[in-house]
Nanobody, 116 residues
């Protein structure tokens, strides 16, 4: 079984920062992409940032320049550093791991709330 566990969410004031972590455990090969997605109330889940096994990154336009995704392959952990947060970033943030064969796994999500 593959499990993803996110942590690091919480309540922060506008302009503040948070760092999310996602630890992957279980039987999964190291060459998998990881991504952060978010879902705000009443909205569809959207991609925030992704990182390939080789370190290639991609970001949603709304977070470019403010968020940074990274990973530690030895620890099977992905991170999302979020700076200059604003209330529009309020959402449940989910971690996703995708294997090279297209199988994917989701974490349970962590709440991020940004107050104005």
């Amino acid at each position: 079984q593959v499990q993803l566990v996110e942590s690091g969410g919480g309540l922060v004031q506008a302009g503040g920062s948070l760092r999310l972590s996602c630890v992957v455990s279980g039987n999964i090969y190291s060459d998998f992409a990881m991504g952060w997605y978010r879902q705000a109330p009443g909205k569809q889940r959207e991609m925030v940032a992704t990182i390939s096994g080789g370190g290639t990154t991609d970001y949603a336009d709304s977070v470019k320049g403010r968020f940074t995704i990274s990973r530690n392959n030895a620890k099977k952990t992905a991170y999302l550093q979020m700076n200059s947060l604003n209330p529009e970033d309020t959402a449940v943030y989910y971690c996703k791991a995708t294997t090279i064969w297209g199988y994917y796994y989701w974490g349970q999500g962590t709440q991020v709330t940004v107050s104005s």
